[in-house]
């Protein structure tokens, strides 16, 4: 039987190709991601783990904003090594200027330790910096440094 054994990539499309990529190259780059690839209007980034890309939409998929509440995406959520490091997120898109819906805080309905911040790219899409302590407790994933 097939089984996952990661999440490869994640690709995305953007209205505007130089606002996106400019965002997301100070956002990636400040989460250890490196620009790897780049042709045509698409670009991806990679952590070693995980790549992220964006690539252009069409002409008809440029007159449609994102709208929230749509069917398809709904959120993607960085996972970050230490609730510090949440808290360095927070300040590095007020720094920036990017829209946070929800600025770095505990969320306790979702989970002992859960502590995020969220916010918004360009176009709207909603985006988490996160770290979950019952996760680390139940061997999700180490601490950094461990």
Known sequence: MAKVVGIDHLAI??????????FYDRLLSF?????EWEFDRTVGWNNGVTMFWITEADGEGRGR???TGDIGYHHYAFELGAREEVDELGAFLEQEGVTVVDPPAAY???GEGYYAVFFLDPDGLKLEGMYFLEKVKRGGRPP???
């Open 13 to 22: 499309r953007v209205s505007d190709f130089e606002a996106s990529r400019r």
């Open 144 to 146: 950094r440094g461990l």
């Open 65 to 67: 904003p994102h709208h």
């Open 31 to 35: 989460l250890g991601f490196v620009r």
């Open 108 to 110: 306790p309905s979702y």
